[in-house]
């Protein structure tokens, strides 16, 4: 099981009375570099974790209200309502997760439509397990995504070391990661990063690894939904087959500014971006894969300022490329 040298706030925390302060530039839930930042600004240094107000929870090793995000979910009728009722799918609900690693296990993280699960920071808050299935798909995830929620600021870790294993799976509408690390790290013969089959998903500011033995995919997007990837840093890499992002058969895949690399050693494939889908837009971005850095399967794509560092394999007559080149910055057409 891999670790990461995390750095833990909670020291920072431990003053002796509680005092707020206002940071203008800061307008979103995480951490000062002295305590708690609310979204207002307003920030709390103390040893205890601040009470919430309703349809939130804390999970923490000490002195919140569960120590499991999975004891969490499970349990979300006791904190997540709505006019006194059992949380329905359209009530906003957010469960705050503290410094630390915790580990799951074989215990799978399913969130629910509507709420939202937040960490204090890129390794920082750790969630860490090995699962692992027969196939690829919702069995083989350490996290599962729901209807209209986000998992953000927060490292993911999967070691599953079977046949599949893969960090977040997920196939309903509107899922959204935004600031986080995947980490898929336990050589299963089929490793993924994140595998996307819902419409709508967008991905942004998040770094993805999977390595394995097979076949391994950073980012596999699927099924017939649209999705969107922004400020990215994808790769595949120890597998036979290694593929930073596959887009099969899905409509409307964008990525701007995304590294997507996969490498290989010897015989080993490495395909940077490899799209059978319509519709696939790249903008400002950097694709590398010594078999392909491109290899596309489908029309209307549009490549734009982008670095191919690798051959490209594109078979359609729509392709269309703007201002590609290649790692010597020489002009490079699709």
Excluded at 177 to 185: F, L, N
Aim: some cysteine.
């Amino acid at each position: 099981m891999p670790r990461f040298l995390v750095t833990l706030f909670l020291g920072s925390f431990l003053l002796s009375g509680s005092a707020f302060c206002a940071e203008p530039s800061s307008y979103s839930l995480g951490l000062f570099s002295y305590g708690i930042r609310f979204p207002d600004g307003t920030g709390q240094d103390t040893a205890a974790l601040p009470s919430l107000p309703a349809n939130m929870a804390w999970v923490a090793h000490a002195g919140g209200k569960y120590t499991s995000p999975v004891d969490a979910m499970a349990h979300l009728a006791d904190w997540c309502v709505l006019g006194g009722n059992v949380v329905p799918v359209d009530a906003r609900c957010t469960l705050l997760i503290a410094p630390g690693i915790y580990e799951l296990g074989a215990d799978q993280l399913i969130m629910r439509a509507g709420v939202d699960i937040v960490g204090m920071g890129v390794r920082t808050t750790v969630l860490s397990g090995a699962v692992d299935s027969a196939a690829l798909g919702e069995e083989s995830a350490l996290i599962r995504g729901a209807d209209h929620t986000t998992l953000r600021d927060l490292t993911v870790v999967n070691a599953g070391a079977q046949h599949a294993s893969s960090g977040i799976y997920n196939v309903e509408l509107s899922f959204i990661i935004k600031h986080a690390e995947v980490v898929v790290s336990g050589n299963a013969s089929l490793s993924t990063g994140i595998e996307n089959k819902g419409f709508g998903s967008k991905f942004s500011d998040i770094t993805v690894s999977a390595t394995g033995l097979t076949d391994c995919v950073g980012i596999r997007n699927t099924g017939n939904g649209s999705i969107i990837i922004n400020r990215a840093s994808i790769s595949a890499s120890g597998c036979a087959k290694n593929t930073a992002i596959t887009n099969l058969n899905a409509v409307g895949l964008r990525l701007a500014d995304v590294d997507a690399s996969a490498t290989a050693t010897g015989a080993q494939r490495a395909v940077g971006l490899w799209s059978s889908g319509s519709g696939l837009t790249v903008l400002d971005s950097k694709l590398e894969g010594a078999t392909y850095s491109l290899g596309i399967g489908s029309t209307s794509a549009r490549i734009i300022n982008t670095q191919l560092d690798g051959p490209v394999g594109a078979n359609s007559a729509g392709t269309q490329c703007w201002g590609t080149y290649d790692s010597n910055l020489a002009d490079r057409g699709c």
